[in-house]
């Protein structure tokens, strides 16, 4: 019985120094996640007027704007066309992966431009409020605007909230059923047995989304973890190195080479040994496998290099194209975005009470 008792203190005050030293992180990145669920429809809100162009006639070629970015960009790691099912009167929005050669900086910037005329409507980085707080908050929910030490950190907080997970499964597993089948409930009595009970019950229903979120960031991270990553973020990125293919050719194999891909974001290499690569979903095709399909060319040949289906992968590569959909919220509409938003808030309430209740202990031990 003393043993036993010993391994609950234990498992308990683990439980609670994990929720008491990533607390205050684990609410930040609640909060920011929660918004980035509706990331594209904020972004459309806010720069409405910015954003929305007059179709006039046929868009240009891809080409035109690849030329255009990486002029005004003669630094960059690649180009990711973010948005190429876009509705004819939205501009185009193109992600920059930079390096400027520090640790300090996440190097991510963006550029929005009318689909007709080619004009620079938004341009900027990441790391300041030039393209809009919603993508300012992109960077600060992977990094913390700290850049690859901000990421690290975002990083092993995915570990630690799996951790706090875990540990909280052992304390409360005896409420677990009573609390999923309704048994158990919030005695109003005081404010501590509201604290506990609100801390039990919301820990037990958010789980199984914290088990999802958390492990989801951590796996699409884990290159943090990585060395040579690290060392490579020390060289500052070389002049582009432009493909001479047209690139819009290459998007027409590649509808042709997969007819029923829908694309969701179109890679544009601007370094030697990077492929051109569109990437989508498939027509009747479940969202949650949309990153499961792709094509892609030598971008110094224009030669087919890789044709990727979700049904051909292999069961390890088919769970690991669901992470990112299941961390994001993206694959069921508006109301499993508004299940995301409000679920993403309960990590940052079980710190609030976890740490009410560490508190108490500490004024009443």
């Known amino acids: 019985m003393k043993k036993i008792n010993l391994t609950r203190v234990l498992v308990f005050s683990i439980h609670s120094w994990l929720g008491l030293i990533t607390g205050l992180f684990l609410l930040l990145l609640g909060i920011s996640g929660s918004a ?17 162009v007059n179709p006039t006639g046929k868009p240009l070629p891809l080409d035109s704007f690849y030329r255009s970015i990486t002029s005004s960009h003669p630094n960059l790691k690649g180009i990711v066309w973010l948005n190429p099912d876009a509705a004819p009167d939205k501009a185009y929005e ?15 910037g963006m550029v929005s431009m009318n689909p007709y005329t080619g004009e620079v409507i938004r341009d900027g980085n990441l790391k300041d409020f030039s393209t809009g707080f919603i993508h300012w908050l992109i960077q600060f929910h992977w990094s913390f605007q700290l850049g690859l030490p901000g990421l690290l950190m975002a990083t092993i907080f995915g570990i630690t909230m799996l ?17 999923l089948t309704f048994q158990v409930w919030i005695r109003w009595k005081n404010r501590n047995t509201i604290t506990s009970g609100f801390h039990r019950i919301v820990g037990v229903w958010a789980i199984a ?8 960031g951590f796996w699409m991270n884990m290159f943090a973890f990585d060395k040579t990553y690290w060392e490579k973020q020390t060289i500052p990125c070389p002049p582009n190195t432009l493909v001479q293919q047209s690139l819009e050719g290459l998007l027409i194999k590649a509808y042709k ?15 030697p040994g990077s492929d051109f690569k569109v990437s989508g979903s498939l027509k009747d095709q479940h969202p949650l496998f949309q990153g499961g399909n792709s094509v892609s060319f030598d971008a110094k040949s224009g030669q087919l290099t890789t044709v990727s289906k979700f049904s ?8 690991e194209t669901t992470f990112f959909p299941l961390h994001t919220g993206n694959f069921g509409g ?16 079980l710190s609030i009470t976890g740490f009410m209740l560490w508190w108490r202990k500490q004024k009443c031990p």
């Open 209 to 216: 989304f914290n088990l999802i979120i958390f492990f989801t």
């Open 94 to 108: 193109f992600r920059l992966y930079q390096n400027d050669g520090k640790i300090s900086t996440y190097d991510l």
């Open 312 to 319: 051909e992968k292999s069961l390890l590569d088919k769970t």
């Open 163 to 179: 951790l706090s997970t875990l540990t909280g499964i052992i304390i409360y597993r005896k409420y677990i059923w009573k609390v």
């Open 36 to 52: 980035l669920v509706f990331l594209k429809e904020i972004d459309q809100a806010v720069h409405a007027d910015l954003l929305t």
């Open 257 to 271: 080479k997969m007819p029923d891909l829908i694309p969701f974001s179109v890679y544009l290499p601007t370094q």
């Open 334 to 349: 508006i109301p499993v975005k508004i299940l995301y938003v409000l679920i993403g808030l309960l990590p940052g309430l």
